[in-house]
């Protein structure tokens, strides 16, 4: 499948300041991506997706910004809180190659100090 | 809604046995599941697209005869671990895409599978 992976594996914040995570893609082809949440023990919790067509999104606490010139994408949390403590994974999908199946990246655990 | 369950959540099961996993969509219909593997503190690792009444579609280095697949009506798929041995011991999670859905998929809370 195609490689996707992150740049820091652990990353450890202060309760309420901001958090960013980030990923980088190796297809050029990959056309949607997906930011999700796993807590110890369960599935992956969908937090927010991006088409190709946009270089940011924006939800409730958290932005995804799309840089496809260089394939990297990024997941920003504001004002983090204990409850985002978990890991997070980028997910990438080739819509025209595979049919939309979902290659995960390497993940990035994100520790919030209370 | 989009509640997709697993059963059983954990399994412990003796070498040389084997074991299912169900994945249900409890309130939709799902044309396709995905079935994924996750050893500790690594990622998700595709293993197999399971497509409604046909065969299902397995990744590069995944072993068919070893994992089986049948996705035979739109709310269920199981995946059966033949033979288990103590290196199939992972974390077992699916994930269902509805009819009509072009990307969205919700995801299993898991199955915990360990071969002793």
């Known amino acids: 499948g195609e490689s996707v992976g992150l740049h820091l594996p652990t990353l450890s914040v202060q309760e309420g300041d901001n958090s960013i995570i980030n990923c980088a893609y190796s297809n050029s082809a990959s056309d949607y991506f997906i930011w999700y949440k796993q807590e110890s023990g369960k599935g992956p919790q969908f937090i927010i997706d991006i088409r190709s067509n946009m270089d940011k999104r924006q939800g409730q606490r958290v932005t995804v910004l799309l840089n496809k010139t260089v394939k990297h994408l990024s997941l920003q949390i504001a004002a983090t809180q204990p409850g985002d403590s978990a890991v997070y994974f980028c997910?990438?999908?080739?819509?025209?190659?595979?049919?939309?199946?979902?290659?995960f990246g390497s993940g990035t655990k994100l520790n919030v100090k209370p | 809604g989009a509640v997709v369950s697993q059963h059983p959540s954990w399994v412990i099961c003796k070498s040389g046995t084997s074991v299912k996993i169900e994945c249900r969509s409890l309130?939709?219909?799902?044309?396709?599941m995905f079935w994924y593997r996750q050893f500790p503190k690594q990622s998700l690792m595709l293993m197999a697209t399971s497509n409604e009444g046909s065969k299902a579609t397995y990744e590069q280095g995944v072993e068919k005869d070893k994992f089986l697949i049948n996705h035979a009506s739109l709310t269920l798929s199981t995946l059966t671990v033949t033979s288990a041995h103590p290196e199939d011991s992972s974390f077992y999670i699916c994930?269902?895409?509805?009819?009509?859905?072009?990307?969205?998929?919700?995801f299993g809370p898991g199955t915990r599978l360990t071969v002793t």
């Open positions: 994930s269902a895409r509805g009819v009509g859905s072009a990307y969205e998929q919700y």
């Open positions: 997910a990438e999908s080739a819509h025209r190659y595979n049919f939309n199946k979902f290659y």
């Open positions: 309130d939709f219909q799902a044309t396709t």
